[in-house]
């Protein structure tokens, strides 16, 4: 299925073709597995999530909208959706405020660029920010855990992430960002 293009895979899969999804499979498995083992050093959840993402795709393809989001978008979407409510229902109730630490995996060259500049993006942020954004991108906690976790009213939390994702954004972009 080389050659054949990530909508019209989700089109095949949308008419319940498994050699479509298999493909999608190939392509999207190593970068979901990546994003996921920055959430969890669990590899058997990790597995199980991306196989559940892979049947979510299934089972929503006849709703995909390419004008709302790529199907990279959507598929990583679905998938980090899963990770961060699994993470939600077995996280212990008190968690140490540390960053998490960062790994380059990368399925393709490409992704393995975009994962550095991502991470220089990164670095450019203050520790207290990073922390916040890490933790509530990778780790699934809402604005009021980090709050309780960090100690700061929940209006800066706020603020700060974000600060930090139009930080993030203008680094990303090139453009300007509001600090």
Known sequence: MRGVTDEELVGLVARRDELALRELYRRYAPYLKAMM??????????????????????????????????????????????????????RPRTV?????????????????VTRIYVSDALDTLDPDARQLLELAFFRGHT?????????????????????ALARLRGTLTGGTHDD
């Open 37 to 90: 083992r920055r959430m969890t050093s669990d590899g058997d959840e990790v597995e199980s999530c991306v196989q559940d993402t892979l049947m979510r795709v299934w089972d929503a393809a006849g709703r995909f909208d390419p004008m709302k989001a790529s199907v990279k978008t959507w598929v990583v979407t679905i998938g980090h959706r899963l990770m961060i409510n699994r993470l939600r229902k077995g």
């Open 96 to 112: 140490e405020l540390t960053v998490p630490e960062r790994r380059l995996e990368a399925s393709s060259s490409t992704d393995h």
């Open 143 to 163: 604005h009021q855990e980090l709050a309780e976790i960090s100690g700061k009213p929940l209006g800066t939390v706020k603020t700060i992430i974000r600060r």
